[in-house]
């Protein structure tokens, strides 16, 4: 059974920085994918950025795009969110999700079907 336990977050002032952490385990396959969400009250849920392991590569949100990082380490099976130059906009509970294969969508979570238990992010200005 896949099982994804984040860590990190917490509270930053506009322009400091954070790191995100899944560690996932289950995940037995050559292939799966990792990403990113965050969402606040009223609004749609964002898909922020995805990893696909096992020789594919990461994509970003152009919301996020030249601020954030997604990386993964293999040994310890954990992915990490490294999120730089933080915006209040950046305020949100993060989660973090897997999918068992690469058929995974950052726009609305499809194929995503496994998820963190999420993590607040608070970017005051």
């Known amino acids: 059974q896949v099982q994804l336990a984040q860590s990190g977050g917490g509270s930053v002032q506009a322009g400091g920085s954070l790191r995100l952490s899944c560690a996932a385990s289950?995940?037995?396959?050559?292939?799966?994918?990792m990403g990113w969400f965050r969402q606040t009250p009223g609004k749609e849920r964002e898909g922020v950025a995805k990893?696909?392991?096992?020789?594919?590569?990461?994509y970003l949100a152009d919301s996020v795009k030249d601020r954030f990082t997604i990386s993964q380490d293999n040994a310890k099976n954990t992915v990490y969110l490294q999120m730089n130059s933080l915006k209040p906009g950046d305020t949100a509970i993060y989660y973090c999700?897997?999918?068992?294969?690469?058929?995974?969508?950052?726009?609305?979570?499809?194929?995503?079907?496994?998820w963190g238990q999420g993590t607040q992010v608070t970017v005051s200005s």
């Open positions: 999700a897997a999918s068992i294969n690469w058929a995974c969508q950052l726009s609305d979570g499809a194929g995503f079907g496994y």
């Open positions: 289950g995940l037995t396959y050559a292939r799966y994918c």
């Open positions: 990893i696909l392991v096992g020789g594919g590569g990461t």
